[in-house]
Each structure stands twice: as structure tokens, then as C-alpha cells.
């Protein structure tokens, strides 16, 4: 029994410090000094792009095509307006963050913000 909860408490700790990753890609977000809390949006669709231009909506990989679709069922699940974040690595393209928000915005996604964290000093 102590073995059991020895092993749990690690667990956990391992699992505090990010010492065994959580899903989804692994982003290191670019710094602004101006950065919103998106928190309290009401409705929000996180698109994450990796280094290596990988997508990914809400920690499912997609494609560029296949994006809009699935958007669209989560604004009718959402009845309402539904907040697009995207949250792209540092890393990546600019011309990769042009190509989501151009296919987004032609398909009538108006409500796009781009994830920063805030920078320090």
C-alpha cells in the first residue's frame, strides 16, 4: 500500500513540473509587452502552430484544409461568437501564421487574437 501512494506522489510531482509533456505540441510563445489575459473569453478555439508548422485544434492535429470545418462545428456548439486563438511557436513562420489567419478570414472568421506571454521588464 505505501509502494502505491510512493508511486502516486511521484506521479504527481513528475506531473507538476512538466517532466512528462501534456498533450499537444510543445510551443515556446513569442513576448510582447502588451499582451491580453484570453482567459475570460467566452467561447474560445485554441489553434496551435509548431516550429515545424504542424497544426493542431485544441490539441488534435488538423490540416490547413480540414481547419474552417471544424471551426465551424465548434461556433454552432458555442451558439454565439467563438474567440480563435492562435497560439504559434516563436519558431514558426510568419508566412505559416499569414496562411492560417488568410484561410481563416476567408471563411469568415472575423475574432482572431494571437497568444503572447507577457514580456518581463
Known amino acids: 500500500m505505501i509502494d502505491v501512494m510512493m508511486f502516486l506522489l511521484v506521479f504527481f510531482v ?3 513540473q512538466n517532466v512528462i ?4 505540441v510543445k510551443t515556446k510563445l513569442p513576448e510582447a509587452s502588451q499582451s491580453d489575459d484570453l482567459r475570460s473569453a467566452t467561447k474560445r478555439a485554441v489553434v496551435t502552430i509548431a516550429a515545424d508548422g504542424l497544426l493542431q485544434l485544441e ?3 488538423v490540416t490547413l484544409a480540414e481547419l474552417p470545418a471544424r471551426l465551424k462545428l465548434m461556433q454552432q456548439d458555442a451558439q454565439g461568437r467563438l474567440v480563435i486563438v492562435i497560439n504559434g511557436d516563436e519558431a514558426s513562420t510568419l508566412q505559416q501564421l499569414i496562411g492560417v489567419m488568410d484561410t481563416l478570414k476567408g471563411h469568415g472568421f ?3 487574437s494571437i497568444a503572447t506571454k507577457k514580456k518581463l521588464g
Open 21 to 24: 509533456p501534456a498533450l499537444g
Open 14 to 16: 513528475l506531473i507538476s
Open 110 to 112: 472575423e475574432a482572431l
Open 59 to 61: 490539441g488534435k492535429q
